[in-house]
């Protein structure tokens, strides 16, 4: 893995960065755990017996991308249907225990500060998204973000982060998308957005990214001794 060095060509200095791009789960809150087993019992509730080591490493993509993978059934069936309304229901009963990262407000109230619109690039439904950022006191330092309705794909695929764009009015290369999956880092890519991701989210598959921090108080510290210069 090669360490994060914010001085890359790759990754835009912070006197031309106009726009912060975020994910949500994994990345604002400890919620990939919870999401994980949701789908677990989802699975389990419609006669699939999946593992959560086989689950863990889709985490961070739609059911339009899940369902496929773990069932070979589409989204759209009744099945698949079934699956993701159970998802959602399982997950819902364990948001109280979802915690708000360090650093995620202070990223936040920092890119209020200096006038950087904060974009949310999550495709997650809309109950629960906001839900999860009204419970992590985020919901206020939002700009904008991505409604599920406005996406016709999810992660990797770069539907997210093209629309997050449009909403923060900037160009891919003024914006810095800030991840914690490789379908994050692989939606990013295709979207021509500079991607960081940090690893307090637990997931795997980032030893091979070029761009990775421990946590959002890594990457606030960097942001703001502005060397990404």
Sequence with gaps: MADLQ?????LPAVSRLKGLLLDLDGTLVDSNGAHTEAWVQALADQGFTRPPAEVRPLIGMGGDQLVPRLTGLDEGSETGKAL?????????SRMPSVRTFPGAREL???AREVGLPVVLASSGEDEIVEGLLAQAGLLEL???RVRSDEVNQTKPRPDVVQAALKKAGVAPEEALFVGDTVHDARAARAAGVPCVLVRAGGSPGLDAEPHVLGDLM????????????
């Design 142 to 144: 939002v700009t904008d």
């Design 6 to 10: 914010l001085s890359s060509p790759a």
């Design 84 to 92: 993701v309304e159970g998802w959602q229901t399982h997950f819902k």
């Design 218 to 229: 890594e990457l606030l510290a960097a942001l703001k001794a502005g060397s990404t210069t």
């Design 108 to 110: 936040l109230e920092w």
